[in-house]
Antibody, heavy 119, light 108 residues
Framework: QLRLQESGPGLVKPSETLSLTCSVS??????????WGWIRQPPGKRLEWIGS???????YDHPSLRSRLTMSVDTSKSQFSLTLTSVTAADAAVYYC???????????WGQGTPVIVSS | EIVLTQSPGTLSLSPGERVTLSCRAS???????LAWYQQKPGQAPRLLIY???IRASGIPDRFSGSGSGTDFTLTISRLEPEDFAVYHC?????????FGGGTKVEVK
């Protein structure tokens, strides 16, 4: 059974870089059509899609985050990662890693990891 | 960007009642790439319905989805105690993928 597990620092200082990794187990990260993605949920706000990456490297990302966002896949480690630079309080949220269908629905989710932005 | 508006914001109901949740899109969602998720406190969202009306694997048949164009509905035919949660809709027809603000179904 597919399992996704986020890891990363729970606390990031303003203006610094947030880095998160998602470890995939129970299935191959090199699925032919699916995408691996990140979705976040700020406190009291709606879910926000951040971006999706195919194991081949093809990326779709939210235009509002594009200038600060980097995503990558490491098939040898069965992991994919997110890097968000110059974080602000607006980036504080629970971050979920997600298996997204080719069309974009969230088929399977990690448990989520909270990120606080504070000095 | 397609904006999804869910209504009502909160529903106070009793077990056994029928539930109808609404999700309205600011633009036509065609094809019907519209999904519904259930989220309980402290948990990740769980996919219930995709492509507007297809139940995800393992989802009970008391959950059903309908609608097209800009108006979509999630119906729970008979509320079970485990159904009290927040429900989100999502469109994935156009990038960026967007979500509604959620409807909370709470115990009356």
């Amino acid at each position: 059974q597919l399992r996704l597990q986020e890891s990363g620092p729970g606390l990031v200082k303003p203006s610094e870089t947030l880095s998160l990794t998602c470890s995939v187990s129970g299935d191959s990260i090199s699925r032919r059509t699916d995408y691996w993605g990140w979705i976040r949920q700020p406190p009291g706000k709606r879910l926000e899609w951040i971006g999706s990456i195919h194991y081949s490297g093809r990326i779709y990302d939210h235009p509002s985050l594009r200038s600060r966002l980097t995503m990558s896949v490491d098939t040898s480690k069965s992991q994919f990662s997110l890097t968000l630079t110059s974080v602000t309080a607006a980036d504080a949220a629970v971050y979920y890693c997600v298996l997204l269908s080719r069309e974009g629905r969230g088929d399977s989710w990690g448990q989520g990891t909270p990120v606080i932005v504070s000095s | 960007e397609i904006v999804l508006t869910q209504s009502p914001g909160t529903l106070s109901l009793s077990p056994g009642e029928r539930v109808t949740l609404s999700c309205r899109a600011s633009q036509t969602v065609s094809p019907n790439y519209l999904a519904w998720y259930q989220q309980k406190p402290g948990q990740a969202p769980r996919l219930l319905i995709y492509d507007a009306f297809i139940r995800a694997s393992g989802i009970p048949d008391r959950f059903s989805g309908s609608g097209s164009g800009t108006d979509f509905t999630l119906t729970i035919s008979r509320l079970e105690p485990e159904d009290f949660a927040v429900y989100h809709c999502q469109q994935y027809v156009t990038s960026p993928i967007t979500f509604g603000g959620g409807t909370k179904v709470e115990v009356k």
